[in-house]
């Protein structure tokens, strides 16, 4: 198979997982994926509406038969009450990120512009500094960290991909976990 070929294959796929919310479950989803050889790109994790139910938003580089492998280990483990992959359902992913970026009084004014135009906001300043928080898809944070940049950031984090499925469905009322 050509290289090309190759590099369309290869992909992100975002999974969803849900899980019993104990200690040490979040270790053992990740020394799966290190001890399968996959890394994850990006993750996510917090407890839901149900306290004892925890989301994990992971974010993995691959082709389908990678997906399909997670997929499978993950279901194998225990406490995994479900995996949802959004590779055909329709979803809204979002990432947040909190920019520190240099303001000298001069940039202040094209500094506050391009935040407006990614519907970010100023939640602090300082004499030397704002910081920009900004939420949207990876390309759109990936924009205004690249504007910002020209200013000099001088401190960056950002959540990961974070996800649900359009419509109705939920992937935290259905299977295993709406045993009440």
């Known amino acids: 198979m050509s290289n090309s070929i190759l590099a369309q294959l290869q992909q ?5 997982v849900l899980v019993e919310n104990h200690p040490g479950v979040l270790a053992r989803v990740a020394s799966l994926f290190a001890r399968r ?3 994850i790109e990006s993750l ?3 407890v839901t509406d149900r306290p004892e139910i925890s989301r994990m938003t992971i974010v993995v580089e691959g082709d389908h038969r990678v997906l399909e492998q ?7 483990l225990v406490e995994v009450i479900k995996v949802v992959e959004y590779t055909e359902t329709a979803a809204v992913e979002r990432e947040l990120a909190l920019i520190k970026v240099n303001a000298e009084p001069k940039d202040r004014g094209e500094i506050m512009q391009i935040v407006e135009i990614f519907r ?5 300043m300082s004499e030397k ?4 928080e900004v ?16 200013y000099g950031i001088r401190e960056m984090v950002r959540t990961g991909i974070i996800a649900m499925a359009r419509g109705a469905k939920t992937a935290a009322r259905s299977g295993r976990d709406s045993i009440d």
């Open 120 to 124: 970010g906001r100023i939640i602090d």
């Open 12 to 16: 992100y796929h975002t999974i969803t």
């Open 135 to 150: 939420t949207g898809s990876t390309e759109k944070l990936d924009k205004i960290v690249q504007l910002l940049n020209t």
């Open 37 to 39: 050889g996959f890394n």
């Open 129 to 132: 500094t704002f910081i920009v």
């Open 44 to 46: 996510a994790v917090s």
């Open 70 to 76: 997670i997929t499978k280990q993950l279901n194998k």
